[in-house]
C-alpha cells in the first residue's frame, strides 16, 4: 500500500544534542510538510517543500532544519534540542501544487520525541 | 492572536448525530476548509472538505455559511470507533499571510 512512512516511532535524545527524524513516501508526491504536535494541541506546521522548493513558516524557530534529496525522503534536523522541543513531529505529503488547504494531506504516524 | 476555535470535548452516544463546529474569523478567501480525524499516536486522516454551502460524502457533512467565518462537521450516527479528536484546517491570513491552521481540536467521545 501507498503510504507515508516514519522512522523511528520514538527517538529520545539529550539537550542539545543534534537529532535528524525521517520521513519517506510512496505516493510520489509534490510536497512534503513537517509539523509539531505537543501533547493535547494542534499540529502546528514548521515548514513544507514543493518538490525541492523549501518554504518556512515565519515563526519557526532556526534551530529546525530540513532537507529533501528526492521526492521520496524528506528529513527534519534539530540543531540543538531543548526541553521545549519535546513533542510529536508528523510528516504530511499532498499531491498537489501550492501545499494550501485544498490539497488533502496523508500523514504519517508520527516520531514522539523525548528530549532528557 | 486570532486563532482557529472548537469546543474543547463533546460526549455523545452511539447512534446520534454528532455536530462540531469550528469558528475561522481570518480564513483566506479562495481556501477550502478541510476537516481531519486523529487517534491517539496517529496521524490526522482526511475526512472532508468543501468550499462553502453543504457538502456530504460516505461518512460526514460540512456546512459552511456564507461568509465562511465558521464551518460545521456533522457525523451521523456515531459509533464507539468515531472516539478521536476532530481538526478543522484553515489557512489563516492573520498577520498578512496565508498560513496552514488547525483548529484547537474537538475530543469527541462517545459511549454506549
Redesign the interface.
Known amino acids: 500500500d501507498a503510504m507515508v512512512i516514519q522512522n523511528p516511532r520514538y527517538q529520545v535524545t539529550q539537550f542539545g544534542k543534534p537529532v535528524t527524524l525521517s520521513c519517506s513516501q510512496t505516493l510520489n508526491h509534490n510536497v512534503m510538510y513537517w509539523y509539531q504536535q505537543k501533547s493535547s494541541q494542534a499540529p502546528k506546521l514548521l515548514f513544507h517543500y514543493y518538490d525541492k522548493d523549501f518554504n518556512n513558516e515565519a515563526d519557526t524557530p532556526d534551530n529546525f532544519q530540513s532537507r529533501r534529496p528526492n521526492t521520496s525522503f524528506c528529513f527534519l534536523d534539530i540543531r540543538s534540542p531543548g526541553l521545549g522541543d519535546a513533542a510529536m513531529y508528523l510528516c504530511a505529503t499532498s499531491s498537489g501544487t501550492s501545499g494550501r488547504v485544498q490539497e488533502t494531506q496523508y500523514f504519517g504516524p508520527g516520531t514522539r520525541l523525548l528530549v532528557l | 492572536l486570532a486563532k482557529t476555535t472548537q469546543p474543547i470535548s463533546m460526549d455523545s452516544y452511539e447512534g446520534q448525530e454528532v455536530n462540531i463546529t469550528c469558528s475561522h474569523n481570518n480564513i483566506?478567501t479562495n481556501?477550502?476548509?478541510?476537516w481531519?480525524q486523529q487517534f491517539p499516536?496517529?496521524?490526522?486522516?482526511?475526512i472532508i472538505?468543501g468550499?462553502k454551502t453543504k457538502v456530504t460524502n460516505e461518512v460526514a457533512s460540512l456546512f459552511i455559511p456564507a461568509d465562511r467565518k465558521s464551518s460545521t462537521l456533522s457525523l451521523p450516527r456515531v459509533s464507539l470507533s468515531d472516539t478521536a479528536v476532530y481538526?478543522c484546517?484553515?489557512?489563516d491570513i492573520t498577520?498578512g499571510?496565508?498560513?496552514?491552521?488547525?483548529?484547537?481540536?474537538t475530543q469527541l467521545k462517545v459511549e454506549l
Request: glycine letters at 22%; a positive charge.
Open positions: 483566506a481556501d477550502y476548509i478541510t481531519y499516536s496517529q496521524g490526522p486522516r482526511f472538505q468550499y481538526y484546517l484553515v489557512g498577520g499571510g496565508n498560513k496552514l491552521t488547525f483548529g484547537t481540536g
